[in-house]
């Protein structure tokens, strides 16, 4: 098992910058594919980006291509995302997920993943 904790979030301009965290606990980080998703009040949970195991590849949602940069530190057991450019439309809470597979494939749907974190918010005002 793996234990995530997100941290990062709170309130920001549109335009703003954040940077989300996501550390791990308990079994090997570089084990598992990572993802960041995003939920608001009343609406299915949707991906926003992605990244394999050893970094090498990264996938976005196109919503926020080319303002969101994921990356990972295995060294330190922690996810990222880095957010510019925020938007009104990015305020939800955001989760990070490991999946344990053994699949060169990273999924972008939230199934696909074993283990989430307990989310952290994100608010973009106008």
């Known amino acids: 098992q793996v234990q995530l904790v997100e941290s990062g979030g709170g309130l920001v301009q549109a335009g703003g910058s954040l940077r989300l965290s996501c550390t791990a606990s308990?079994?090997?980080?570089?084990?598992?594919?990572m993802g960041w998703f995003r939920q608001e009040p009343g609406k299915e949970r949707e991906f926003v980006s992605a990244i394999s195991r050893t970094g090498g590849r990264t996938y976005y949602a196109d919503s926020v291509k080319g303002r969101f940069t994921i990356s990972r530190d295995n060294a330190k057991n922690t996810l990222y995302l880095q957010m510019n450019s925020l938007k009104p439309e990015d305020t939800a809470a955001y989760y990070c997920?490991?999946?344990?597979?053994?699949?060169?494939?990273?999924?972008?749907?939230?199934?696909?993943?074993?283990?989430w974190g307990q989310g952290t918010q994100v608010t973009v005002s106008s």
């Open positions: 997920a490991a999946d344990w597979t053994p699949s060169l494939i990273v999924d972008k749907t939230p199934g696909a993943y074993d283990y």
């Open positions: 308990g079994r090997t980080f570089s084990s598992y594919h």
